[in-house]
C-alpha cells in the first residue's frame, strides 16, 4: 500500500481505520528498524538507535560455551567482531517464535 | 366514519416505525447494567519509541485480550477488569492486563485507564489509557471501537532508556454475563 491517506480512502477506508492503515503502510525512509528488542530478528537486540544487533548475550554465551570462561571472559570486550562468527546459525532468541 | 387515507397512511408507516424504534432504544440502553461482562479485543496499529532525537516508529504486534469486568460502583458506573493479553502476528508472547473502566451514564462512550505486563517470553510493563464506544447488536452482545494508547516503561524488551509507546485502533465484542 502507498503511504498516503488517499490509498485508504481508494481501499474503501475512511476515518480513524483508514488513517491507522494508511500510516502502518508507510515504510519512509527515516524508518528504522526496531522499538522493542521483540522487534528484531533472532539472537538480535534492539540498540537505543533504533537499529538490530547481535545480542550480548548470545555472543558471549557462545564464546564462553566454546573456548572456556576464561577466555569468553577476556573476548568479551570484542565479542561484537568474534561473536558474530561464533553465533549459532539455528541459535533463536526467546521472543522468537 | 371512515379515517381519513392520509391517517392510515401515517399509522401503516408509524406503527412499525415506533416499534422498531422502542426495539432498538431498549436494545441500545439496557435497563440495568450488567454486573459481569466478558470482552474480547482485537488492536492494531503505530508505536514509537527511541531518544529524543531519533524517534521512530513501526506497525504494532496484533494485540488480542479477553478480560472479565465486574462492577465495583453503581453511579457513576465504573468497573473493575482484568484479564489475560497475546501480542501476536510477527511473534508470541503473553501476559495480564487490568484496570477500570467507567461507562457514564445516558451514553455509548466508556473510558479505562490500567496497566498492562507482559510476562513472557520476555517482560514489558505499562500503562493504558482508552476511549471508544459500543453498540448492542443484540441486547446481551456489543460491537465496540476504542483508540487504546499503551505507554511501556519498564522491561527485558525494552533497550536500555528507552520507552517504547503504541497507539491502537482496537474492536471488540462485550458479552454481558450476568
Known sequence: MRCSPRAARSA?????????????GCTPPSTTL???????????????????????????????DGAGSAAGDAATDDAAAVGNAAQPA???????? | M????????????????????????????????PLWQLELHAGYGLTFGGIASQVRWRSTPLTLTAIAAIAVIDDPAIAGYGGLVVETLDRNAAGAVFGVELHPRGSRLHFAGGGVYVVAPYTLWGATASTGACFHAVPAVALCGDVQLTAFVAGSDLPDGTAATQIQLVLGMVFDAL
Open chain 1, 12 to 24: 474503501g477506508l475512511g476515518g480513524v481505520l483508514g488513517l491507522v492503515v494508511a500510516l502502518a
Open chain 1, 34 to 64: 526496531c522499538v522493542r528488542n521483540s522487534d528484531c530478528p533472532a539472537g538480535q537486540v534492539c540498540t537505543t538507535g533504533g537499529s538490530c544487533t547481535i545480542a550480548p548475550d548470545a555472543s558471549t554465551d557462545a564464546l564462553t
Open chain 1, 90 to 97: 539455528g541459535e533463536a532468541a526467546p521472543w522468537s517464535r
Open chain 2, 2 to 33: 371512515r379515517p381519513a387515507p392520509r391517517l392510515l397512511r401515517v399509522l401503516r408507516l408509524g406503527v412499525p416505525l415506533l416499534a422498531w424504534c422502542a426495539a432498538r432504544s431498549a436494545v441500545a440502553s439496557p435497563a440495568a447494567d
